[in-house]
């Protein structure tokens, strides 16, 4: 049966309105995200199991796009989208073989290089170190991530002393003018990839470069970030 008509037996129709009318008009990158998905779990799961997930996404997805950074909403919902199945297939406890052991690298290489260098390693070059696609790292450290129970969203969050609450803030906000002080080539990129989630494929479609030449901007601007905070 079709996924998102099975999904439709199994929760029911949502409720008319605007995300009704998303949910109905976008039902086909749905129902691809979640058969191949599916068939990456050797069909342990339905796809009808992770069209809701993936509808959530979707909605995350429409509540967050920026038009103004020229990227097709279909290729911003698709990354949101997907990101959501395998954040439900990591709670079912449904992950192949094959992205379990990527993840553990992903996670050894990290480890490896936070204690080499003294310092978080950045997407690139966890990459370099567990031999793997950029694109995949963020994905694979959601998978390798415990799943954060719902209740948990609920739960009053932990008092933060105030000393320790302005120094994140006041990081941040140095954080925010470092990043400004670049060129807005790089500013770009950053945002794409740190706060739209964007994949270097994407990204390299939105700049018009290669995607080889992103991983060399991101590489950069990093690069460029941790100069100018070491003279700050």
């Excluded at 018009?208 to 991983?215: A, D, H, N, Q």
């Amino acid at each position: 049966m079709h996924a998102a008509l099975a999904a439709l037996a199994r929760y029911g129709p949502p409720a008319p309105g605007p995300d009704d009318a998303l949910l109905r008009r976008h039902a086909p990158l749905l129902d691809r995200c979640a058969r191949r998905l599916a068939a990456r779990t050797g069909h342990a799961v339905e796809p009808g199991d992770l069209w809701s997930a993936g509808a959530m996404g979707l909605l995350e997805a429409a509540r967050r796009y920026d038009p103004a950074h020229d990227v097709r909403f279909e290729t911003f919902a698709e990354h949101r989208v997907r990101g959501a199945m395998l954040d439900e297939l990591r709670r079912m406890d449904h992950l192949p073989r094959r992205l379990r052991a990527d993840a553990d690298r992903v996670l050894a290489a990290r480890a490896r290089l936070e204690q080499s260098l003294g310092r978080e390693p950045d997407p690139v070059e966890v990459a370099e170190a567990a031999e793997l696609p950029a694109e995949q790292v963020g994905e694979l450290l959601l998978l390798a991530s415990p799943p954060v129970p719902v209740e948990d969203d609920l739960a009053p969050a932990p008092a933060v002393p105030a000393d320790e609450a302005l120094g994140a803030a006041e990081r941040r906000r140095a954080l925010a003018r470092t990043v400004a002080a670049l060129p807005e080539r790089l500013q770009v990129l950053l945002a794409l990839y740190y706060d739209e989630a964007l994949t270097y494929r994407e990204i390299a479609k939105v700049l018009g470069v290669s995607e080889p030449r992103v991983c060399q901007l991101h590489a950069e601007a990093v690069k460029r970030l941790r100069a100018l905070m070491s003279d700050t």
